[in-house]
């Protein structure tokens, strides 16, 4: 039986990324949808790329750009962009590749790795739900919308979406660790870099879900210190209230 994943804003945190993936021991069947910033901030993003790109061999992945992915694949070109981009979490990815936190170092990250985050998705759009990195202008079409896509943080009186599907999202950091739920909303950045949660949403059906979760990790902690053995949580939750509340 196939199943359908949402993880949300990873920032370089592979050891909880390894134990959610653990926890969840995805099949060919499956998809798993990365919802956009893979990169930065955290310690070890080469490694959580490596770690996204094996699996597609595991599952179906679809990746989603975020802000950080956009502003990492701007480095490249623009020396400017990459200055602006070393104080947003750039030196601790440039610091997983090995290489010196300047903006000549970014022409150094291997090819593979620029290739693979240029070619990420939009956003995803199903029968019910719109899964993108930021939080999408709900009074605007999904077609006519870039940069808010990737960009634009969600405002707890938005309404629902003109399309009436469900928004599942990032971007918005919840520093508590729980997953933000409005009319038509669901954020699952829970700051994993910030010693939050790393969530991934497995959507059931339309006003189901279940939550998984794990302890995030911290910039501070050493990248080859694993957190696998930290229990994943997993809660049965519902979108049926149109109030907003955390999760």
């Not at 990365?34 to 901030?41: A, E, H, N, T």
């Not at 599942?168 to 910030?194: F, K, M, P």
């Not at 059906?205 to 053995?229: E, I, K, M, P, Y």
Request: glycine content about 8%; overall charge negative.
């Amino acid at each position: 039986m196939s199943r359908l994943f949402a993880i949300g804003d990873i920032h370089g945190c592979l050891s909880p990324l390894n134990a959610l993936i653990d926890a969840i021991e995805p099949t060919k069947d499956d998809t798993i949808i990365f919802l956009g910033d893979m990169v930065d901030r955290g310690p070890d993003t080469k490694g959580v790329l490596d770690r996204i790109m094996a699996l597609e061999t595991t599952c179906k992945v679809i990746a989603i750009a975020g802000n950080h992915e956009e502003m990492m694949i701007g480095s490249v070109t623009e020396l400017e962009y990459a200055k602006s981009w070393l104080r947003f979490g750039g030196a601790q990815a440039l610091a997983s590749f090995g290489l010196p936190d300047t903006p000549d170092s970014v022409k150094d990250i291997p090819f593979k790795y620029i290739y693979w985050l240029k070619n990420l998705a939009r956003c995803i759009i199903m029968d019910d739900f719109i899964f993108c990195h930021g939080a999408a202008n709900p009074k605007v079409p999904i077609e006519k919308q870039n940069t808010e896509l990737r960009w634009r943080f969600l405002n707890k009186e938005d309404s629902r979406h003109i399309s009436g599907k469900t928004i599942i999202c990032g971007h918005s950091e919840q520093r508590n660790g729980e997953v933000w739920q409005q009319d038509g909303l669901i954020c699952i950045d829970t700051y994993a870099y910030g010693g939050g949660k790393l969530t991934a949403l497995q959507i059931l059906s339309v006003n189901h879900f279940v939550a998984w979760q794990v302890a995030g990790q911290s910039s501070s902690q050493n990248s080859g210190q694993r957190t696998d053995q930290a229990t994943c949580q997993r809660r049965m939750i519902t979108s049926e209230s149109s109030a907003p509340h955390q999760l």
